[in-house]
């Protein structure tokens, strides 16, 4: 079967899911044209926001990003460890090296999307901190100020909310 086009009701956002892996993402794959993307299955039913998701609409940025949770986060565990302990101070301070290698690299978005993979605390980790397009609105106030402040290319200063600390990719 492969990839088809699902509505996320929490978000309100289509996504792409593939029925044989169980892999989902907010973004068309990558291996897929966007002609075929129109054919997938669900293509027509949600046909008006897959234009809008295929034009790239100005008011969206796409960015990755790595969390670090501390024991005030709003939920204190992740994919790596069921009870976070550690304090705010602590998860900037380890979020302020990431930030230090990530500056020093010669291919950053190489370089963030590892380290995101490895070490942040969201379960975007698997796709290297992606968190596909998005829109103002569906973020938390700081993270999206951040991200939509951002140029292409370029991380952000630390970004502290609720989820906790990161650091921010603006992808496109």
């Keep these: 079967m492969g990839w088809e086009i699902r509505m996320s009701v929490t978000k309100e956002m289509i996504y792409f899911y593939n029925t044989e892996t169980k892999e989902s993402m907010w973004t068309p794959p990558k291996d897929i044209p966007v002609?075929?993307?129109?054919?997938?299955?669900?293509?027509?039913?949600?046909?008006?926001q897959l234009n809008k998701l295929l034009d790239g609409e100005?008011?969206?940025?796409?960015?990755?990003?790595l969390l670090i949770k501390h024991k005030d986060s709003r939920r204190?565990?992740?994919?790596k460890e069921a009870d976070i302990t550690r304090s705010k101070e602590e998860a900037i301070e380890i979020i302020e090296k990431y930030k230090e290698e990530i500056s020093?690299?010669?291919?950053?978005?190489?370089?963030?999307?590892?380290?995101?993979?490895?070490h942040s605390d969201c379960s975007s980790h698997s796709n290297g901190g992606d968190l596909g397009w998005f829109g103002r609105g569906q973020m938390q106030?700081?993270?999206?100020?951040?991200?939509?402040?951002?140029?292409?290319?370029?991380?952000?200063?630390?970004?502290?909310?609720?989820?906790?600390?990161?650091?921010?990719?603006?992808?496109?």
């Design 35 to 48: 002609e075929e993307v129109k054919k997938l299955s669900g293509a027509d039913k949600y046909e008006e």
């Design 104 to 118: 020093q690299a010669e291919d950053k978005a190489e370089t963030f999307a590892k380290l995101a993979s490895e």
């Design 141 to 172: 106030p700081a993270f999206e100020e951040a991200s939509f402040k951002l140029e292409p290319g370029n991380v952000s200063d630390i970004v502290s909310t609720d989820s906790g600390v990161h650091i921010i990719f603006r992808v496109r």
């Design 76 to 79: 204190p565990s992740s994919w």
């Design 58 to 65: 100005k008011d969206q940025v796409r960015a990755s990003h």
